[in-house]
């Protein structure tokens, strides 16, 4: 099984200081994707040409694809520790790190308006 996250980023700073507008993003970004879900043939409609494959195959990676967004969870900086565990085994980077250094952690109310 492979952890298939993906991330935005912002840097450290504008997430400190714009806490609330990290988490107006992510509930927008959690409301497309409920969207999303819903319906499908209609993302497929209007992604199929921005990626060249015809609105039935497009239809078809939709309805596998998960939506929506949180903030990272312990359980996320734990397999992506593991990943860079990995890399720096494989001296696939230049020395190992802390993933839990990288992330930011969202203020308690910030993250339960995010809900």
Same mark, same amino acid.
């Given at each position: 099984l492979v952890d298939n996250n993906q991330f935005y980023l912002? @840097?450290?700073d504008y997430a400190q200081k714009y +806490? #609330?507008?990290i988490a107006a993003l992510v509930s927008e970004i959690r409301s497309v994707g409920t969207w999303a879900q819903a319906n499908p043939a209609e993302v497929a409609r209007q992604t199929a040409p921005l990626v060249g494959l015809s609105a +039935? /195959? /497009?239809? /078809?990676?939709v309805r596998r694809q998960g939506f929506g967004?949180?903030?990272i969870t312990p359980q996320v900086i734990a397999a992506q520790q593991r990943i860079a565990d990995a890399f720096a085994r494989e001296k696939l980077i230049p020395?190992?790190?802390k993933v @839990? #250094?990288?992330v930011w952690t969202p203020p308690p109310a910030v993250r339960a308006a995010s809900r």
């Open positions: 912002a @840097s450290r +806490p #609330q507008r +039935p /195959v /497009v239809e /078809v990676a967004a949180g903030f020395k190992p790190l @839990s #250094q990288a």
